[in-house]
């Protein structure tokens, strides 16, 4: 792996982080596809790159993260119960990855699969009504809800932000508290796939194209998400919610040509 490629999937991964398309599947993709890695290793590298986003997230949120300091906190009860939740999936999901990617049978296939249906869950989500729900409305059961299709993200192809940010809005949290809490949602879930999958224990990527990696996908990644926020401010509910399941059929267009 070689500077520009480094630079590339770090670009990827801040890129589409934080659309409703799954960045470890498009990832995997362009490395086994392009770069012919290994299927396990690109998906431990896939998994790597999700550093430098999380480190966007924290930068980003920073206020929010000290405020957790507070053990009464709202927010803090909120991503705890999500956290748990996301465990009780994933986990189990976590064993079938690792032997599938060990194979390397079936894995773009499984890729496409769950794009599919990604793309489908995207199709459907619809509210009625104009009243939106707020943090102190947030109920215990809305975050076991969103924590366990966060856990569904482990499987490549699944988008964690499209899965978190569609079950949030189904619920009918306002737009950009859904985007805020699937954000804050991903710190946890990538601390626990970083230890799960050895990270530290992946010697194909030299020191130095492991730091291009984190900081390209910090600073796009960062940018990204503070877009999608503003935009989420400006717009109705049905125009975001249609603008983000176009957008995802087009990425999902673009990375099938190439």
């Known amino acids: 792996m070689d500077l520009i490629q480094s630079t590339l999937l770090g670009v990827l991964q801040g890129i589409t982080e934080w659309l409703p398309i799954s960045s470890q599947g498009q990832t995997v993709l362009v490395m086994l596809n392009f770069m012919q890695i290994e299927p396990e290793t690109a998906l431990s590298v896939a998994v790597f790159l999700h550093i430098g986003t999380m480190l966007a997230v924290l930068i980003r949120f920073r206020a929010d993260f000290l405020a957790m300091l507070n053990l009464e906190s709202k927010l803090l009860k909120v991503i705890v119960v999500a956290t748990i939740s996301t465990g009780i999936t994933a986990l189990p ?14 894995a773009t296939v499984l890729i496409g699969i769950m794009l599919i249906l990604t793309g489908i869950m995207l199709g459907v989500q619809r509210r009625s009504g104009n009243s939106y729900r707020t943090l102190d409305e ?18 490549p192809g699944i ?13 009918g949290i306002k737009q950009d508290l859904a985007l805020k809490l699937s954000f804050l949602m991903s710190v946890p879930a990538v601390l626990g796939a970083v230890v799960m999958f050895d990270i530290w224990k992946l010697s194909v990527i030299a020191p130095s194209d492991a730091a291009i990696m984190v ?33 995802t059929l087009l990425l999902s267009q673009i990375m099938i040509l190439l």
């Open 159 to 171: 988008s964690r932000s499209g899965t978190t940010i569609t079950i949030l809005l189904m619920l």
């Open 93 to 106: 999901l976590l064993f079938f990855v690792k032997n599938l990617f060990q194979t390397g049978e079936f």
């Open 215 to 247: 900081l390209s996908s910090l600073v796009v990644g960062y940018a990204t998400m503070s877009m999608l926020l503003r935009f989420a401010k400006r717009v109705n509910f049905a125009i975001f919610c249609v603008s983000l399941g176009g957008l």
């Open 138 to 155: 947030i109920t215990t059961k809305d975050m076991v809800f969103a924590g366990l299709a966060q856990g569904f993200s482990i499987l």
